[in-house]
């Protein structure tokens, strides 16, 4: 009863949005490819080239550049574009926006969002669409066993991938690790080790033990340590079809205690609670901690800022495969994809979906990773150059990394990105998370902030979770 509770809350939330709705054609999602319906294509030519977009990290760092942004769109594609970019608070903004009855053509949204917008029928599905694209239906544009994470159960797509969308992982300071002589770790008990070492051994030099080994963002994203234990993040189905939360079981408990002694000792960072990834980063950047968990794609940013700001700097940021298992095995996580979405009420979809594909082209993609034209980077002879502001935006406009193999980027991968990628491509899956998962998620962190910060034993902590989730429906 608690779940279809909080389900129908979540109903509520964009249930203003019905009423824009009525009177929407039924067809707006079917193929205006070629062989489709000859009134609705003559319709869909008939499209003023505009689109309304909300995003939350596509497009200009700042708002003066997002105009930047929306202007190179046109001049690329002519399609005339506005952006709305909220500055923070994306997820509450987008569900306020469509709850008042703002429309959009395009929405960059999550997996997990874009499950909840499905099931509440909001979404246009694009499946004929997808199929009948020789853009998006090419391989070597995107691959098609990709096309697998963001269909339905019975083959339906209603997104199409914003970008490549890679994994997280601990990332280590390796000066530091070079700088005490510590080899990697493998086990948690070696990451235990190396953890205190840079909460002990003064690794940035100073004279003062003002370093913590570990730092986090809450429960983000603990995986690589919650494999040693053999245990997936969020959910897993079992044999019988049945949905669990592997974090909630017993095996979790030496890893929540692992993590506790961390804790009691001074070596995990301790707000980590509080902490957001803006934070969590920024103590790495600042010599501050040695280690923490965050996307593969960082593991090259974070160098190239220390690099930018100090090119004589010994800074090296490198990603580990997290713990391994009594049989050797690491387990990290592949994150679930950002996707472009568009809405059943969308006044442009045909050009909606002509953005989709074209945000996969060369032109697209550079806007993407690179950025704007004379403000981020310079072209002199086919040769590409970063400006300042280009080399500060470190070539991520959303889309640090791309599916289509056609198109190089111009510098290369950042210092460590392929390293880190390897390891995503070796260890990572993909998560499963149910459309309740924010509701789950709220149970979880209570309850395994209580066994990391000694506020209950760990395996208290784990049973009252269990406890939880099964009482408010959100495992069988």
């Not at 429960?219 to 044999?239: C, I």
Request: charge should be negative.
């Amino acid at each position: 009863m608690v779940k279809r509770i909080k389900i129908m809350s979540a109903i509520m939330a964009v249930s203003l949005f019905g009423g824009l709705l009525a009177g929407c054609s039924p067809n707006v999602g079917s193929s205006t490819q070629e062989g489709g319906n000859a009134a609705s294509q003559a319709a869909s030519n008939a499209e003023e080239r505009t689109l309304k977009i909300m995003t939350g990290v596509i497009g200009g760092k700042t708002p003066e550049e997002n105009t930047k942004f929306e202007q190179e769109i046109e001049r690329l594609t002519g399609i005339k574009v506005t952006m709305n970019k909220p500055a923070a608070d994306y997820d509450q903004k987008l569900l306020a926006a469509i709850a008042s009855g703002e429309k959009f053509d395009l929405l960059q949204i999550s997996k997990e969002k874009m499950s909840t917008f499905m099931d509440q029928g909001i979404l246009t599905p694009l499946t004929d669409q997808v199929n009948g694209s020789k853009v998006l239906s090419d391989p070597n544009v995107i691959p098609a066993k990709e096309w697998e994470q963001v269909k339905t159960k019975d083959g339906e797509i209603y997104g199409v991938f914003t970008k490549y969308q890679g994994g997280t992982m601990p990332i280590v300071r390796k000066d530091w690790l070079d700088k005490l002589n510590l080899p990697e770790p493998e086990t948690l008990d070696d990451y235990y080790n190396v953890l205190k070492a840079f909460t002990e051994q003064d690794p940035d030099g100073n004279g003062k033990k003002d370093t913590y080994g570990l730092s986090t963002a809450g429960m983000y994203e603990l995986q690589g340590f919650f494999s040693a234990a053999g245990l997936k993040q969020r959910y897993v189905e079992t044999a019988d079809g049945k949905l669990d939360v592997p974090y909630s079981t017993d095996a979790a408990i030496p890893v929540y205690e692992w993590l506790n002694k961390l804790f009691e000792e001074g070596i995990l960072d301790p707000n980590f609670t509080t902490n957001d990834t803006g934070k969590m980063r920024d103590l790495f950047l600042a010599d501050r901690v040695g280690m923490i968990t965050y996307w593969d794609a960082w593991v090259g940013m974070l160098n190239n800022t220390r690099h930018e700001q100090d090119p004589n700097t010994e800074f090296e940021a490198k990603g580990l495969p997290g713990a391994a298992d009594a049989n050797g095995n690491h387990m990290l996580r592949r994150g679930d994809p950002d996707v472009w979405v568009i809405p059943v009420n969308a006044e442009h979809p045909k050009t909606a979906f002509e953005f989709m594909e074209w945000w996969h082209s060369e032109e697209g993609i550079t806007l993407g990773s690179l950025g704007i034209k004379d403000v981020d980077y310079t072209v002199d002879n086919g040769k590409y150059t970063l400006t300042q502001t280009g080399k500060e935006h470190a070539s991520d406009h959303g889309v640090p990394f791309w599916y289509n193999r056609n198109v190089e980027a111009p510098f290369g991968k950042l210092p460590g990105v392929q390293e880190a990628q390897d390891l995503v491509d070796q260890y990572a899956a993909l998560e499963l998370t149910p459309s309740h998962w924010a509701d789950a998620e709220k149970i979880i962190n209570e309850h395994s902030f209580k066994a990391i910060m000694g506020e209950m034993p760990a395996a208290d902590a784990v049973k009252k979770m269990r406890e939880a989730l099964k009482a408010g429906g959100y495992i069988d």
